[in-house]
Nanobody
Framework: QVQLAESGGGLVQPGGSLRLSCEAS????????IGWFRQSPGKEREGVSC????????HYVDSVKGRFTISTDNAKNTLYLQMNSLQPEDTAVYYC????????????????WGQGTQVTVSS
């Protein structure tokens, strides 16, 4: 049974950092594309970053480039998202999800989702 479990969210001041984790079970991270999405109240879920196991390339949306870093630890079967220089507009519930195809930003293409972890950036 495929399961994804996020952790690491919390409250942080603007300019601060957080590291999110996504522990996967029931499949191996190094076989699929796996990404981070986020959703703020009243907004659609949007892609943030995706790691493609097929080519080892990390993808980022423009709004987080240079601030967020996606990585994997295959031994722990865990995905991470290091978030630096956080801003209030980064406030959202963050989800990890896996796709059997290549990295993309289409929510409907992702097969399995975690329950989400709340990130709040506020002074």
């Amino acid at each position: 049974q495929v399961q994804l479990a996020e952790s690491g969210g919390g409250l942080v001041q603007p300019g601060g950092s957080l590291r999110l984790s996504c522990e996967a079970s029931g499949f191996y991270l190094d076989y699929y594309a796996i990404g981070w999405f986020r959703q703020s109240p009243g907004k659609e879920r949007e892609g943030v970053s995706c790691f493609s196991a097929a080519d080892g390339i990390a993808h980022y949306v423009d709004s987080v480039k240079g601030r967020f870093t996606i990585s994997t630890d295959n031994a722990k079967n865990t995905l991470y998202l290091q978030m630096n220089s956080l801003q209030p507009e980064d406030t959202a519930v963050y989800y990890c999800a896996t796709d059997r195809g290549p990295c993309n930003w289409h929510v409907e293409e992702y097969d399995y989702w975690g329950q989400g972890t709340q990130v709040t950036v506020s002074s």
